[in-house]
C-alpha cells in the first residue's frame, strides 16, 4: 500500500474515531442516551429533554473539544514542519504561554469574563508570535533560532504567569488556575464559535501549504529550487498555526501535548512523508475527545480536566520518544 493511500485511510478512520467518540460523549452522563437516540435529538427527533440535555449541555462541550483538539494538531504539524524537529509545538516554544499571559491579564488586571478571556488569549498568542518571528527571521537556521528563542520567551512569560497568580485575589486566582489546568467543562456555543471559526479561516489556508511545507522540509535551498517561495510560506503557515493555537487556548485553555503528539503519532500510523496535516487534525479531533471522555469517567462523582488527562498521556509518550532516541544515537 502506497503512503497515499494510507494517508488516506489514516484521515478517513481517525475521522470516524472522531465522530465515534463525540456521539458517546454526548450520550454518556447523568442523563444516558444511545447513539440512534442522539443521533434521532440531532435531526429534530427526541423529547424535549433529550434536545436540552444534547444541544444546550453536552453538544457545546463535544464541539469545543473537537475543534480544538483540531486547532492544536494542526497547529503542531505546521511547527514541527518548518523547525524540523518534532518536539517543535506551541507548548514548547511560548505560544501557548503568550496565550496564558494574555488570557491572565484579562482574568486578573481586566476581571473580564468569558469573552474577555477569550480575546485576551487570542491576542496573546498573536502577540507572542508578532514577537518572535522577527528575532528568529534571518537567512538560513530559521528552524532553529525558532527554537532556541521560543523556549527562551516561554521560560520568561512562565514566570510572568506566576507573578500574576501571586497578586490576583482569591477567587481570580482560583478561575485563572482552573482556566490553566485546561478544561473543556462547562464549554458553551460561544466557546465553540471562537475555535470553529479559526479553524474554518485558519485551516484551510493551512493546509494549503502541506505541499510547500513538505519541500521545506528539504531545507530552504532544495525547496527555493522546486519553485516554493519560502520566506512567503513559512510566514503563512506560521501564522495560521499560532492563530489555531492561540484559538484553542482561547477555547479550552492551555492544553498540554496534543500538539505536539498527534502529529507524531499521525506521521507513524500513516508512514508518509511531509507535514501530515489532515490526519494530524482528525486525530487531534480524536485524541481531546477521547481525554475529555476518559476524564469524565476515569474517577467516580470526579471529573479530571482534559488537559490532566492529555499532560499525562503525553508526558509519557515525550519520555518514550527521548528515551528511544536516546537508543537509537
Known amino acids: 500500500m502506497s503512503a497515499v493511500v494510507r494517508a488516506r485511510w489514516a484521515v478517513g478512520v481517525f475521522a470516524v474515531v472522531a465522530v465515534v467518540l463525540a456521539l458517546y460523549a454526548v450520550g454518556s452522563g447523568d442523563y444516558p442516551m444511545s ?11 427526541g423529547s424535549a429533554a433529550e434536545a436540552f440535555v444534547v444541544t444546550e ?3 457545546p462541550r463535544v464541539v469545543t473539544g473537537l475543534f480544538a483538539g483540531a486547532a492544536l494538531a494542526l497547529s503542531g504539524a505546521v511547527f514541527q514542519s518548518v523547525v524540523r524537529n518534532p518536539l517543535g509545538s506551541p507548548d514548547v516554544l511560548g505560544f501557548t504561554q503568550g496565550s496564558s499571559t494574555g488570557a491572565l491579564l484579562a482574568i486578573v488586571v481586566v476581571g473580564g469574563g468569558t469573552a474577555t478571556v477569550a480575546g485576551g488569549a487570542v491576542l496573546g498568542g498573536l502577540a507572542t508570535g508578532a514577537a518572535i518571528h ?34 490576583a485575589q482569591i477567587i481570580d486566582a482560583a478561575r485563572a488556575v482552573l482556566w490553566l489546568t485546561g478544561s473543556l467543562d462547562g464549554r458553551g456555543w460561544g466557546n465553540a464559535l471562537v475555535v470553529g471559526a479559526a479553524v474554518c ?46 484559538a484553542a487556548a482561547a477555547a479550552a485553555g492551555p492544553v498540554a501535548f496534543v500538539a505536539l503528539t498527534a ?17 494530524s487534525l482528525f486525530l487531534g479531533a480524536a485524541l481531546l475527545t477521547a481525554a475529555d471522555v476518559a476524564g469524565q469517567r476515569a474517577v467516580p462523582d470526579h471529573q479530571i480536566p482534559a488537559g490532566v488527562v492529555t499532560g499525562l498521556l503525553g508526558g509519557g509518550y515525550l519520555i518514550w520518544f527521548l528515551a528511544r532516541r536516546t537508543r537509537r544515537a
Open 35 to 45: 447513539i440512534p437516540a442522539v443521533l434521532r435529538t440531532l435531526t429534530g427527533g
Open 57 to 59: 449541555i453536552r453538544l
Open 134 to 167: 522577527p528575532l528568529a527571521w534571518r537567512a538560513g537556521g530559521y528552524g532553529n533560532r525558532l527554537v532556541l528563542i521560543g523556549i527562551g520567551v516561554a521560560g520568561i512569560l512562565t514566570g510572568v504567569i506566576t507573578y500574576l497568580l501571586t497578586r
Open 201 to 246: 479561516v485558519a485551516g484551510p489556508a493551512v493546509l494549503a501549504c502541506g505541499r510547500p511545507l513538505r519541500a521545506l522540509e528539504l531545507g530552504d535551498d532544495p525547496a527555493t529550487a522546486l519553485g516554493v517561495r519560502v520566506g512567503a510560506v513559512r510566514f503563512g503557515a506560521l501564522t495560521g498555526a499560532v492563530l489555531l493555537a492561540a
Open 263 to 279: 502529529p507524531q503519532l499521525a506521521r507513524r500510523l500513516t508512514r508518509a512523508p511531509g507535514p501530515n496535516l489532515l490526519p
